[in-house]
């Protein structure tokens, strides 16, 4: 059973940049897909990118194509999600999650971390 822990939240201006981490204990992450997925308040989580467990095949909503990259360092047994040019409307709680298949779909996801606050002022 991995478990989770992102890091790297805060306050940034509305065309910052914020690097956000995911640490796995207890499994390797390689193993896993890794999400990541954010709630903002009064609205349900959606997903944001993932990463494949094998091919690193990545998935992005539309929203965050050519300003979000997720990415992994298998040594570090960690997930990484680089947001620049961010928007107001990026402000949310992120969650990294793992899954064993490859999908965008919150429910079918088994392990997620605590989540970190992003707050974007414009």
């Known amino acids: 059973q991995v478990q989770l822990v992102e890091s790297g939240g805060g306050l940034v201006q509305a065309g910052g940049s914020l690097r956000l981490s995911c640490a796995a204990s207890?499994?390797?992450?390689?193993?896993?897909?890794t999400g990541w997925f954010r709630q903002a308040p009064g609205k349900e989580r959606e997903f944001v990118a993932a990463i494949s467990r094998r091919s690193g095949l990545t998935s992005y909503r539309d929203s965050v194509k050519g300003r979000f990259t997720i990415s992994r360092d298998n040594a570090k047994n960690m997930v990484y999600l680089q947001m620049n040019s961010l928007k107001a409307e990026d402000t949310a709680v992120y969650y990294c999650?793992?899954?064993?298949?490859?999908?965008?779909?919150?429910?079918?996801?088994?392990?997620w971390g605590q989540g970190t606050q992003v707050t974007v002022s414009s």
């Open positions: 999650a793992a899954d064993r298949g490859f999908t965008t779909i919150s429910n079918t996801y088994d392990y």
């Open positions: 207890g499994d390797t992450l390689s193993s896993y897909t």
